[in-house]
T-cell receptor, first 111, second 112 residues
Framework: GDSVTQMEGPVTLSEEAFLTINCTYT??????LFWYVQYPGEGLQLLLK?????DKGSNKGFEATYRKETTSFHLEKGSVQVSDSAVYFC??????????FGSGTKLNVKP | DGGITQSPKYLFRKEGQNVTLSCEQN?????MYWYRQDPGQGLRLIYY???????QKGDIAEGYSVSREKKESFPLTVTSAQKNPTAFYLC???????????FGNGTRLTVT
């Protein structure tokens, strides 16, 4: 069945460091891929998405490229800020409007 | 402003009692979902509904029940049959032909 695997956290970085959070997926066909972010005590918010192979999603300095050949959708940011501290979820959408989420990666950014 | 409202934010119940979590949306979305979030396990799908009066079991439906009598409402009942009900519950919705999920702010249920 469909599934998403992302790197375990927590990830701790200093402000202005480069961020990579790895995400790989298993699915037949061509799912759409997403990154969501969750701040403490809140629901999830869409960060970015990509709907077909080689698409790059971007938002607020974050980027991720849909790589069909490696079944990956890694999240990157060139210079993180303290305000980026949150939990990040990789997700895919496939048949019948079902969404599958990874286990989440907590990011801590220190000043 | 359009959005999803989950209430209450915190809920406490005694073991053996059923409890219903509310989820209301004014986005005119067709599909609605319930997820459970546990530390280190991410989100797991409990139930989803694509149209009124129809819903399907997700991956962990045992011990839960739902109804979808109105487009804007999708309440979740956690029954006494659910063995580990303490968790953070998230409701979400989407348009049938769109790909983005919109989430509520969640309800944290504690059963003692």
């Amino acid at each position: 069945g469909d599934s998403v695997t992302q790197m375990e956290g927590p990830v701790t970085l200093s402000e202005e460091a480069f961020l990579t959070i790895n995400c790989t997926y298993t699915a037949t066909g061509y799912p759409s891929l997403f990154w969501y972010v969750q701040y403490p005590g809140e629901g999830l918010q869409l960060l970015l998405k990509a709907t077909k192979a080689d698409d790059k999603g971007s938002n607020k300095g974050f980027e991720a490229t849909y790589r069909k050949e490696t079944t990956s959708f890694h999240l990157e940011k060139g210079s993180v800020q303290v305000s980026d501290s949150a939990v990040y979820f990789c997700a895919l959408r496939h048949n019948f409007n079902k969404f599958y989420f990874g286990s989440g990666t907590k990011l801590n950014v220190k000043p | 402003d359009g959005g999803i409202t989950q209430s209450p934010k915190y809920l406490f119940r005694k073991e053996g009692q059923n409890v219903t979590l509310s989820c209301e949306q004014n986005l005119n979305h067709d599909a609605m979902y319930w997820y459970r979030q546990d530390p280190g396990q991410g989100l797991r799908l409990i139930y989803y509904s694509q149209i009124v009066n129809d819903f399907q079991k997700g991956d962990i439906a045992e011990g839960y029940s739902v109804s979808r009598e109105k487009k804007e409402s999708f309440p979740l009942t956690v029954t006494s049959a659910q063995k580990n009900p303490t968790a953070f519950y998230l409701c979400a919705s989407s348009m049938a032909d769109r790909e983005t999920l919109i989430f509520g702010n969640g309800t944290r249920l504690t059963v003692t």
